[in-house]
């Protein structure tokens, strides 16, 4: 991939401040990230807030809160400084304006003063016809727009009338464009409309202020989501206006739902049965609060881990890396160019492989659970319970619901198994058993197989179960009985058996 020779590498995120980053935003992020790093430049922060009217309270903290939890913090940008500042959009309509007014000068740019209700007829009219309303070279001749009136005219439009700012795209040309993860683009100027640039309310469109304040910011490389490929033609078309050199450009695929059914995406958050934000938000004003990945037990690392993967191919059999070792082996050429689907499974089981090195983090939790239910314990014993179990969870937080029957018994049973066992027989066979297990002197893991090996029955072992953890679910039983000793088991076995008793 071509690399600027004279310029340091400066790439930007640059989201809007309408809600949460969802798995795309915050992947567009890490992917700037990682290339900024590993070609030793710059990655900025600059937030895209021009569309007032869909700005939303707590987005901008949300999102300096969720590239810190992330570890991919900013060199530059809001929150954090730099030569190029202001970093808002919303701050930069001087520079904007100075802009537009030479595209104004050099015929690339005029005033359109045609009104929304007029656009809205137009547009029926050719739907009426079959036909598909652009505002282009075709028609523009035919609006109300300052390349149908005399300067004397135009001064007067604008001394009354409201008015928006159009680029000029001018007809015949094949666009000939490079991306690197797409290749090379052609694009037929005879199909794009006159995008607007300014406002009717004087502010800028993103167009406009997102390719002025890459140049001016020295931006190398944008790396941003493929729904912006239909946008490159429009920015190509402004620089080479405004006299200045593109960008290279890389639109990343997109983040596709597993079922198939169209991407990732804030709209369908409801309908999606895993979660799509990095950190918890809340909706403002109606104090609802929509779990994140941090939330969920879920590892940065982790995270970070499973999205650098969506979408990208290190090249090597392995998949878990360090965030060193994906800024060492991050390039922009080994990403796909179709959209990858995703999958909670593999986040889950990204996350499990992480667990692996948290144990003194399940060793702290453990010990507050048991802690908060007063109950004593050796560290020994803790630490014992902990690698009996951790193979069967993949968060910290489900540490306890997978060993508590090593601390306290079973507080209920299996509904569906206690029903089927109810009779004297079951009572029989475990009072049977019990004293067996009283007269086992070596209460041991080897001497208790022994013992019960010898009996072959595998319903007793069931109801050995039911009565220590309270399912048919948790580690070996005679290690479950080892742990517990004695008279603890035996306990547990009269709870099951009075039980059963009064459900007769």
Known sequence: MLLHSVRAVR?????????????????????????????????????EDTDRKRFVDNSESYILETLKWCHIEPDEGVGYGGPYSPYYQSKRGEIYRMYINQLLKKGYAYYAFDTGQDIEKKRKEYNHHGLTFSYNFRIRMELNNSLTMTKEQLHDKL?????????????????????VIHGDIIVNTDHLDD???????????????????????????????EEWLPS???????????????????????????NGKGKISKRNTNSLNFPIYPIQWEIPKEKIIIPGYRELGYFPEAFVNMLSLLGWNPGVK???????????????????????????KKANWFNKKYLNKKKEEIFSFLFEEIKTRSILCKKDYLWKVIHLTMDRIHFIHEIWEHSFYFFIPPSSYDTNFLNKICHENTIFKLEKAKILLFHTNKFTYTNLKFVFQKTKNQHIMQLFRLALVGALKGVDLFIIFEMLGKKESIQRIEKLINKIKKKI
């Open 159 to 179: 001394r009354s009338c409201s008015y928006v700012i159009r680029f000029k795209i001018e007809p015949g040309e094949k666009l000939k464009m490079h991306d």
């Open 195 to 225: 995008k607007i640039l300014l406002k009717s309310n004087g502010i800028a469109t993103y167009h406009l202020a997102n390719t002025i304040d890459d140049y001016l910011m020295k931006i190398t490389h944008v790396i941003r989501g």
């Open 232 to 258: 490159m033609s429009l920015h190509v078309l402004l620089y080479r206006a405004l006299g200045w050199s593109p960008p290279i450009f890389a639109h990343l695929p997109l983040i596709l739902k597993n």
């Open 318 to 344: 392995r998949e878990i890396f360090s965030l060193q070792e994906l800024i060492n082996l991050f390039s922009l050429e080994k990403i796909n160019k179709s959209g990858v689907y995703f999958d909670i």
């Open 11 to 47: 790439v930007r995120f640059a989201p809007s401040p309408t809600g949460p980053l969802h798995l795309g935003g915050i992947r567009t992020a890490l992917y700037n990230y990682l290339f900024a790093k590993k070609h030793g430049g710059t990655f900025i922060l600059r937030i």
